[in-house]
């Protein structure tokens, strides 16, 4: 049973490209989102937290639908320093970590000049 | 700006021998984890505490134990290492709004 869920890749896309992807979640009483990026051989950082009424931050759009749980990140104009692995991470889950935050195994994306 | 640290980067232990990893947080966080990440498994909880001299066991508490004996300290312990448990280990808090913070990480080889 996945309480959340991403593609791992790898997303290989030319620079200056849009790329977006996606994670789902199983329980539908979440209640906070979030996208963090971790570099090779890094800790994970926040990215950005995504609100219901999706917000963006530069190039970097987040995105919630509650009918289909799932949140979206989007990439515009993409860079080479945008190549890392990007984790979801939801709170709220029943059942899942332990102190209710669960984070997905993460997207890799590979940014190519 | 929020930091984590955390001991060591990097550890070689042998099988048997206690080893101890050490976190510091210096945001006055009352929440602090322990996770460790495995490639294809992503991270997983191993212990977590929202107060000093309190611990709460994770996913995966087995062949680990923790102490927090002041606010900024988390620490953890493997009693007795076993190869299994070579990892990096990543230590956190948790401030406002559910954030992470996470410290460097301790990559731990057990031979």
């Known amino acids: 049973r996945k309480e959340v869920e991403q593609d791992p890749g790898p997303f290989n896309v030319p620079e200056g490209a849009t790329v977006a992807f996606n994670c789902t979640y199983s329980n539908s009483a979440s209640q906070s989102f979030f996208w963090y990026r971790q570099d090779c051989r890094k800790e994970p950082k926040l990215l950005m937290s995504v609100y219901s009424s999706g917000n963006e931050d530069g190039r970097f759009t987040a995105q919630l639908n509650r009918a289909s749980q799932y949140i979206s990140l989007l990439i515009r104009d993409s860079k080479l320093s945008d190549s890392a692995t990007y984790l979801c991470v939801v709170n709220g889950q029943a059942g899942g970590g332990a102190d209710g935050l669960t984070f997905g195994k993460g997207t890799h994306l590979i940014i190519q000049p | 700006d929020v930091k984590v640290t955390q001991s060591s980067r990097y550890l070689v232990k042998r099988t048997g021998e206690k080893v101890f990893l050490e976190c510091v947080q210096d945001?006055?966080?009352?929440?602090m984890f322990w996770y460790r990440q495995d490639p294809g498994l992503g991270l997983r909880l191993i212990y977590f505490s929202y107060d000093v001299k309190m611990k709460e066991k994770g996913d995966i508490p087995e062949g680990y134990s923790v102490s927090r004996e002041k606010k900024e300290r988390f620490s953890l312990i493997l009693e007795s290492a076993s190869t299994n448990q070579t990892s990096m280990y990543l230590c956190?808090?948790?401030?406002?709004?559910?954030?992470?913070?996470f410290g460097p990480g301790t990559r731990l080889t057990v031979l």
């Open positions: 956190a808090s948790r401030g406002r709004l559910d954030t992470q913070y």
């Open positions: 945001m006055d966080h009352e929440n």
